[in-house]
């Protein structure tokens, strides 16, 4: 059977995920479309297939099978509708406000790793109108295999997350040290930003630019993560995919430290704290390892195959046991106004 895949999306973050679940589609020989209503990710779209933007031309596709990387979908477009997740769990919000809330719009979640799957498994018998389905994270498969890079001074890959309270973006005397560091010629620095961080807080990195210090204006950030020794960092959940490559994290106030991350919370510690990093202290390494093991234990770079699989085997199987979801009538008029489709 030739399967029609939509890949559901919103901001320009979910193109590097969408991207391995296409090349994966196009490789088992079925047929494949993005749908955007946003102009971001538009903009960088070109490179990445065909795109569908508007609600009208999503219907008529009629996809067998919904992938959506995003936290709601339209309940009007056809097909099963399955959540792959933006991002790794980071502890930016509570439970109930973050990654582990049920919006009633899913069939299927595709889980990254027993950290994920066991709260999602726990929540599937609570509510019992969804399946949960282990299968890693497609964005993470250009990771590997791993490599190892022999470089004359070590690269630090500085990341930060768009929220107020938890980004180090927003902190000046952060960016200064970071700026003094860079001068010194010790290290070569790179830096991502999220995109959707606020614009004098990227273009407070972009004024510090120097010829050991660059801005990337890129969603494509995993080569950036292989060029990389050790990463510099928030919050933000690009640290959980850049430690899947067994590199260290310096974090700076973390919202939850643990072993494997570095974490600091004063400026004065940022030198001491990168040079150790640079070291690879064997208690962080094995906490790394361990932390690897819960939250993404996949390193085949196949976790696409396994959704694809996972969604074909799912769509043609028995799904009577499951409950019918909400109504979510609220939710459901909230992406109609979005999308501005009204029809019955």
Known sequence: MNYRFLIYISHTYALPIGAPLQKEILRQGFEVRWFSELEPPKAFFPEHGTLITDAKSSIEYEPHIVLTITNEVADFIPGLKVQIFHGFLANK?????GHFRIRGFFDL???QGPSTTKPFKELQRKYKHFEVIETGWSKVDPLFPLEKNFKARPV???SSTFSHKLSLAYNDLVIKEIERLSKLGKWEFKVILHPKLAKDKIEAFKAIQ??????HDTTDIIPLFKKADIMFADTTSALTEFILQQKPVVTFKNNKPGKHFIDITEVSEIADALSLALTRPKSVMAAIQHYIDITHPYSDGKSSQRVINSCIE????????LKKKPLNLIRKFKVRKQLNYFKF
């Open 93 to 97: 919000r509570s439970n109930k406000k």
């Open 156 to 158: 630090i890959l500085i």
């Open 109 to 111: 979640y595709c889980t």
């Open 210 to 215: 120097n010829e050991n210090l660059t801005y």
């Open 314 to 321: 799912f769509l043609n199987s028995d799904r009577s046991y």
